[in-house]
């Protein structure tokens, strides 16, 4: 198999990061956010896990770990295209409450449209999606530790988002998180807040 399947992810996510950048500023202006520092461990460990997985550097560490038929290549690519568009879906639906780090919005709204009602917080998914089938293109060890650690990222962002809109939005969130998987459709989970103690009433 060529590496053309491979080149064609990498410019998926090339393309994905470039249109998230170019629509950055469509959001609302922040009202609050989590203690300082808090939002350091995902950030650091989102990342890295991204880095060792896409950066060239990385994939040219250890051999493959197997070969692919190239239709099997190229439906993964079909695949991470979905897997982002996925992500855009959200984001249209997340209109301005979008933030890049965990914040609160102002007049910041509960979605539950579009992807908003399969889980809570699609464009992680989305962003799972995309990766699974990236790593599953390269097959080398350091984009599958990568990968693992990126899904790890996400998933402490998505934990300390929901510590956190249940401690601002109170109970709305919690009836919302009890409804709706949290990563994957048919999955639920919610833990109740920690670290905030008594949700706010709004």
Known sequence: ??????????????AWFASWLLVRDW???????????????????????????????????????????APVAWGLVAGAAAGFGVCWWARLHLGGNWSWSV????????????????VRHPI????????????????KTPSLAGYALMVAGLWIKAGLEERFLTRELGQDYVA???RTAMLLPGV??????REYGATRRR
Do not use: N
Request: with cysteine.
């Open 176 to 178: 919302y998180a009890r």
């Open 27 to 69: 959001s609302k202006p922040t009202l609050a956010r989590p203690a300082r520092g808090a939002q350091t461990l995902y950030t650091l460990v989102v990342d890295a896990g991204f880095l060792l997985m896409v950066a060239p550097v990385f994939r040219a560490l250890g051999p493959r770990l197997y070969a692919l038929p």
């Open 103 to 118: 914040t609160l919005k102002e007049h910041h709204a509960i979605i539950d449209s579009g992807p908003y009602r399969l």
């Open 1 to 14: 198999m060529t590496t053309t399947p491979i080149i064609a992810a990498l410019c998926l996510w090339a």
């Open 188 to 193: 639920r989970w919610f833990s109740r807040p």
């Open 124 to 139: 992680y998914t989305g962003l799972i999606i995309a990766g699974a089938c990236t790593t599953t293109l390269v097959a």
